[in-house]
């Protein structure tokens, strides 16, 4: 750094130690050493200075009564905002420990898509905090050590520093299961000694060939960790002696040409394992992980793991991003950094879907996710996405429009379903209709944060839009007793009565009508004070405002059917006002409409369409003779009617008969009549009974 640079360091340090003056770390430190230490890592990460000086800053805001205007007075805007975006919120009260973790983690990743230098800071702090958890009670530790596990350290991963993650794993690892950890610990060193000769003698090996060869590079042994040791055990559940029996070994040589040369040389010295051969060279992994990786069948039967990458590789490959302030004056921004940035874009669109911070979380855990398939668009371009992801993961990563637009997918040039799980090097193609949209059932399968946040965007929006159209239409019906409509009221007796009830808009009253946690009749009371002595006035004249609510069955998602009943086109029919879930249509013989009598407010009058149209679902129960090929006779006859068959279950009565309850779609009572005579008409069919209930 330029003196200037080193002034400015000095001077938040001054800050900084002033403001924590008197107070004290649980371990009784001066509570400035912290901000030091993570100033420290920083450093050793070769941060620009505003990065240190924000270290040596980052808990003024959320442990001193400095303000955040203070800190933009001495030390500039951006300075603060780094400040501001590690900082927790203190000032907020919160339902719950979860909420007020995911609130916080919300916040600052927010601050993170602005300027990435605001994880980096975080990360320091959090790996400072992990070196010193010793004073803290075990239940504490315990508590950081998982959230440490299961937040920072795939965020570490994400962003290819290495070195942090790694630590951090190992400390995460100690603190959470002590005892584990001590014996893991013991068993490797007692191990290590035995291994030294081998070890040597490969590396010799090694060395020799590679020199031969003339490929200028260094081979060092790599250790195992205690972490991957543990996780492979706890999710293979091998003995310990088969883990740890695989020897590990990096070749860094200069050039992306010699990679490829000290390949060879390593598969001509050991017989490669079939299918362990990995080019993260060519195809970098998202968070710009670059390396060569093969396997090997070793001397004495014992296989060997070897890397083989570049010195600038290996640098990224350490201190990921952070490697990026290294480079930043040579040019333009490298790679990893570009898809860093990337990354927290992609983070900003998911907050904008993001229903709380919880679910927000929740998808940040599943985006973190570290196994990848590389797949290829028509054009040749190279996608990263989760190990599972389908077809319609695809086409979100494409582009949001792709996704929602989505109605089929071409694999390797073959129609496939969009529910089909992807593998490496395959080539895909979506194809998309203009007036298609999101099916709630995508939310089954898809694995990546942006194709589920953007599907429960649009169908949160889509219910929103349905609620709102049915809420006009059921406010309308009950200011009809009074002959007035929405359209007819004044927009300041609208206004006024919006405002009452506390709402932003007149939209947002009708969605609340139309979810039904609010009654039209008595909005419309409030709209028209009079509405009950009109209706009395007017009763002779009233027969045309007492029409039922049309049904048309494409209401969406505010318009459900219910399952005790199974009402379809040509049923009477009643609808139950539900709160949360809009209007629930039972038929009028249901057992459980003579229940919901007692609350007559929340009935309403509703009748079906004259030209309703779609497939509604019914339960039949067919009782028939026990013969062979009789489920797939009945199927046939039921598919042959241009029913759809939903579910089917078969239950044996006796010897002689079975019964069988299918549910189907159907379009109305007719078309129902027409398949119930028809399966009637097959010799082994007993009884058939429309359950109702």
């Not at 430190?29 to 420290?40: C, D, G, L, Q």
């Not at 924000?54 to 303000?67: K, Q």
């Not at 006859?637 to 069988?660: C, P, R």
Request: proline share 4%; hydrophobic share 40%.
């Amino acid at each position: 750094m330029d003196k200037d640079q080193v002034k400015d360091v000095y001077r938040a340090y001054l800050f900084g130690s002033e403001a924590h003056a008197g107070q004290q770390r649980v371990s009784g430190e001066p509570y400035i050493s912290h901000p030091v230490a993570v100033a420290k890592i920083l450093a050793d990460m070769s941060m620009d200075h505003q990065s240190i000086m924000a270290a040596i800053l980052h808990d003024v805001i959320e442990d001193t009564p400095t303000a955040k205007d203070s800190l933009v007075e001495e030390f500039g805007e951006e300075i603060a905002e780094l400040v501001d975006g590690v900082s927790k919120l203190t000032q907020i009260e919160f339902e719950s420990k979860a909420e007020e973790q995911a609130e916080n983690f919300r916040k600052m990743l927010l601050a993170v898509a602005k300027d990435i230098r605001v994880i980096l800071i975080k990360l320091a702090d959090r790996l400072h905090n992990m070196r010193t958890l010793g004073p803290l009670s075990p239940a504490r530790r315990r508590r950081i050590a998982r959230e440490t596990i299961d937040i920072y350290v795939p965020i570490a991963s994400r962003l290819g520093m290495n070195a942090v993650r790694l630590e951090l794993e190992e400390l995460g690892f100690a603190a959470m299961y002590p005892m584990r950890y001590r014996i893991i610990k013991e068993s490797v060193n007692a191990q290590r000694g035995n291994r030294r000769e081998v070890i040597d003698k490969i590396m010799t090996g090694i060395k020799r060939r590679l020199r031969q060869d003339d490929v200028n590079g260094e081979v060092v042994g790599r250790e195992k960790h205690l972490f991957s040791i543990y996780q492979k055990m706890k999710l293979r559940t091998p003995a310990f002696h088969e883990v740890f029996d695989v020897f590990a070994f990096r070749l860094i040589v200069q050039t992306v040409d010699e990679c490829y040369r000290a390949l060879g040389v390593v598969h001509n010295l050991y017989k490669p394992v079939p299918g362990k051969f990995k080019d993260y060279i060519a195809i970098p992994k998202a968070n710009g992980y670059q390396s060569l990786h093969t396997i090997l069948f070793g001397p004495f039967g014992v296989p060997i793991e070897i890397q083989i990458r570049t010195v600038e590789m290996d640098s990224v490959a350490e201190e990921g991003i952070a490697a990026h302030w290294r480079y930043k004056g040579s040019g333009d921004a490298t790679s990893d950094f570009v898809r860093a940035r990337e990354w927290m874009k992609n983070l900003l669109d998911m907050q904008k879907n993001a229903g709380n911070s919880l679910e927000f979380i929740e998808n940040v855990k599943i985006d973190l996710f570290p196994d990848e398939v590389y797949v290829f668009t028509p054009q040749g371009k190279i996608l990263e996405l989760p190990r599972g992801a389908t077809a319609v993961d695809f086409a979100y990563s494409v582009h949001t429009d792709v996704g929602n637009t989505c109605v089929a997918a071409k694999i390797d040039r073959q129609l496939a379903p969009l529910r089909t799980p992807l593998y490496n090097g395959q080539t895909v193609e979506i194809i998309t209709a203009s007036n298609a949209k999101p099916n709630p059932a995508w939310l089954d399968f898809v694995v990546t944060a942006k194709a589920r946040s953007n599907i429960h965007g649009f169908l949160k929006n889509l219910r929103r839009d349905e609620a709102i159209s049915l809420g006009s239409r059921l406010l309308d019906k009950a200011l009809s007793v009074s002959r007035a409509s929405l359209d007819s009221l004044p927009g300041e007796i609208i206004n006024a009565v919006v405002g009452n009830y506390d709402m932003t808009s007149l939209d947002d009253l009708l969605e609340d009508i139309g979810l039904g946690n609010r009654m039209p009749q008595l909005v419309a009371k409030a709209l028209v004070p009079d509405l009950e002595e009109k209706d009395a006035t007017d009763a002779t004249d009233s027969t045309s405002n007492n029409e039922p609510l049309v049904i048309s069955g494409t209401e969406g998602m505010v318009v459900s059917f219910a399952k005790c009943c199974r009402p379809i086109p040509g049923d009477p029919i009643l609808g139950f006002v539900s709160a949360g879930r809009g209007i629930v249509i039972h038929n009028q013989h249901c057992h459980n409409v003579g229940e919901y009598r007692k609350l007559p407010e929340k009935w309403i009058d509703v009748k079906w369409e004259k030209d309703v149209a779609g497939d509604f679902s019914v339960e039949l129960r067919v009782d028939l003779a026990n013969q062979r090929g009789a489920l797939a006779i009945v199927a046939s006859v039921i598919a042959d009617m241009e029913a759809n068959i939903e579910t089917v279950n078969m239950q044996e009565k006796d010897g002689l008969y079975s019964s069988i309850l299918f549910t189907i779609g159907v379009q109305d009572r007719k078309h129902l009549a027409t398949i119930m005579r028809r399966l009637r008409s097959i010799s082994m069919v007993v009884r058939i009974i429309r359950m109702k209930s």
